[in-house]
């Protein structure tokens, strides 16, 4: 029989034993580290280990009357995300489609490339002039561009500006702080490491390009309001407020994830207004000796060439779904992302990193999910606060939104 007691518990020890078969899978814990030590000794589990925990998991939460709905909901959506990583580990991977679906709790589907050739458009507005469309955008990102030092000399002072203005919005604990470090030789840009007690250190890959039309996005989304402050006031609200030991953790292939990055890509602007951001980034520009005409364009730039990320949706879905090669990957990237090949060889790293693959749609489905439950909000500074303090899934995402849709009277 299931203790009732035990889900939470059981869902951090499980978390841990596919850590060990999965390296990665935890992207942070800041729980009882008896827990951890208990979970990661002796022989790596097998995977008929995995798969009775995971049943045994799934039953506590289902039979515990002591979950409160909201911790059922969400130990539910991980749980089945938990099993469908087991079964990928015991070489039954879905389709890509329903690996997503299964993991994250949302569907990929095929975007248009009508959808990338408006975007396309709307570049070639704000970038006039002659020679071709893509040769102009790489002439904006290339004069952009920023060394590490420049960029080490003015992240501290963009943090600090939406950290102020994360303050004034919302209740942060007191004792928090991000620390800023240069990595290389990593398959992404930025990584949050949040390490407990509102601490984390923020990863900056000086491989890739550092282009200052980016660099506020980036930091808000590392920082504030983004993935650190999500960690840090789950950690206090959630943990150690209402001792709920699931929130000492946090998974990189489950719908949580989803979430956090939905949370991260709307980040900027939930504390600054379009005309902040754009002062924000003019002020940048200049610090950094940047093409003045540039700073007026680079908010619009940042906007119209952001919406083309779903392109990498689509490359996901061709290297995994219609099995194409990586020429041919690289190569649509590039007609319609309008990168480089340097752009796309990261791409491609990201994309065959097994950790990352199917994780490249919580950048783009996360951020449409979150700012349509955001748009749809009569409060949108409460709806943030609640992204930011409630354990929202989703399935939960969705239904909130259309209950506003059906709001009498709303706008």
């Known amino acids: 029989m299931v203790s009732r007691s035990s889900a939470p518990e059981m869902y951090v020890r499980l978390a841990f034993m596919i850590d060990r078969c999965f390296p990665g899978y935890i992207d942070a814990y800041y729980g009882p580290p008896e827990l951890r030590i208990e979970a990661t000794s002796g022989e790596k589990p097998s995977i008929e280990v995995l798969r009775d925990l995971c049943g045994s998991l799934q039953q506590g939460i289902e039979e515990n009357p002591n979950l409160a709905p909201d911790r059922r909901a969400f130990l539910r959506e991980e749980a089945r995300a938990m099993s469908t990583t087991i079964e990928i580990l015991a070489g039954n991977e879905p389709s890509i489609s329903d690996e997503v679906e299964l993991l994250y709790g949302v569907k990929a589907v095929w975007v248009d490339e009508s959808v990338f050739e408006d975007c396309q458009s709307a570049l070639n507005e704000i970038l006039p002039g002659p020679g071709p469309l893509c040769e102009r955008v790489q002439a904006f990102r290339e004069r952009s561009r920023i060394s590490k030092g420049m960029a080490a000399s003015i992240l501290p002072e963009i943090i600090a500006d939406i950290r102020s203005r994360t303050r004034r919005s919302f209740a942060l604990p007191e004792h928090e702080e991000c620390e800023v470090a240069f990595v290389a030789d990593k398959p992404w840009r930025a990584y949050n490491w949040y390490s407990g007690n509102g601490k984390s250190l923020i990863e900056i890959n000086s491989d890739a390009p550092l282009e200052m039309w980016d660099i506020p996005v980036m930091a808000a989304h ?38 956090s990055e939905g949370i991260a890509t709307n980040a900027l602007e939930a504390v600054a207004s379009e005309a902040e951001i754009e002062a924000m980034l003019v ?40 099995r194409a090669t990586d020429d041919e990957v690289v190569n649509y990237g590039i ?46 500074k409460h709806a943030f606060w609640r992204l930011l303090s409630e354990p929202l899934t989703p399935e939960q995402l969705r239904e909130l939104s259309m209950e506003e849709r059906l709001l009498p009277n709303h706008p």
């Open 222 to 259: 590392e920082t504030y309001p983004g993935h650190h402050t999500e960690r840090t006031v789950k950690e206090h609200k959630l943990y150690i407020e209402q001792n709920r030991l699931e929130h000492s953790i946090a998974l990189n292939n489950t719908p949580s994830a989803l979430i």
């Open 335 to 380: 007609r319609y992302a309008l990168t480089t090949r340097e752009d796309e060889e990261l791409t491609l790293r990201f994309l065959k990193d097994p950790l990352s693959r199917s994780y490249r749609c919580n950048y783009t489905l996360g951020r449409q999910l979150v700012a349509a439950f955001l748009n749809q909000a009569t409060d949108k």
């Open 283 to 322: 002020e940048c520009y200049e610090r950094a000796g940047l093409p003045k005409n540039d700073a007026v364009r680079a908010r619009a730039f940042a906007q119209a060439y952001g919406k083309l990320e779903s392109v990498a949706d689509n490359q996901m879905l061709l290297m995994y779904g219609c």
